[in-house]
């Protein structure tokens, strides 16, 4: 793996190059990206496309990149931007795309504004949302994430979070009605770690949450989607998103092993099932 700096007007974006030069395979690269998933989220499943070259990167402000935009957010339509200057700068054509969770909403948007620049797109369980029937509730229990964070920290805010994500089905009265969700419940201390900035649990990516694919524009695309989804993630939020944002799409969602981050290793806090899951996603890459 080679690590580079590509300088961009208002940010200078950290990326890696694994695997044989682009010259030296006769696959497309394959570029993989996550929100807020850094490089290192992709270093397992990676390591099972040996023929490929395989591109990681840092979205802005995350990681090794620094933005000097003067912003906090993270918008999918300015990191959509930033991947289009990386594959530009790259200049290896079109690429194969892996994008996972906040990643695949920046994907689409990236599909949107330079379908040239993506062969093959799976966007793996983008959590858009207003694609959901019950797009206000969702948003309602989002914003009780944002509040438990900013009123009692990391591990109030994370046990929020697993509470909306793990909850099966639409928010109904039933979801709202249940006591704030306990850290200790999930072997998590209960004291405040007094951050405020965290990119999954402040409001800093609501945009991420908030976008509204274009589905004419990524129909019309050259661009093959695909809009992946977990097997054990069956009924959670992100499942939902995901199969509502293929039926936008006039399609279904492709089944993957494992859960949401199934791709992951055992270096991982929630290890996945990565070599199935890198084999399936192997599988349709290939059938282009």
Known sequence: MTEHILELPDADLAYDLRGPAPAASAHRPLLMIGQPMTADGFSTLASYFPERTVITYDPRGLGRSVRRDGRRDNSPTVQAEDVHALITALGVGAVDLFA???????????????????????????????????????????????DAYQAKGSFAGMAAFIALTSWQGEYTDDYFAQPPADPALFGMPTEDDGTRDDPLLSDVSWAVTAYSPDAAALKAAPTRVLIAVGAES???????????????????????????????GADSGYPGQPEPFAHRLRELLDKE
């Open 100 to 146: 996972s969770s906040g990643g695949a909403v920046t994907a689409l948007a990236l599909v949107t504004a330079h379908p040239g620049d993506v062969a093959t797109l799976v966007a793996h369980e983008p959590p858009i949302l207003g694609v959901l029937p019950d797009a206000e509730a969702a948003e309602r229990a989002q914003a009780q994430v944002r």
């Open 234 to 264: 069956a009924g959670t939020l992100t499942a939902r998103t995901a199969e509502a944002t293929a039926a936008l799409l006039d399609s279904a969602a492709v089944v993957f092993p494992s859960h949401h981050g199934g791709f992951t």
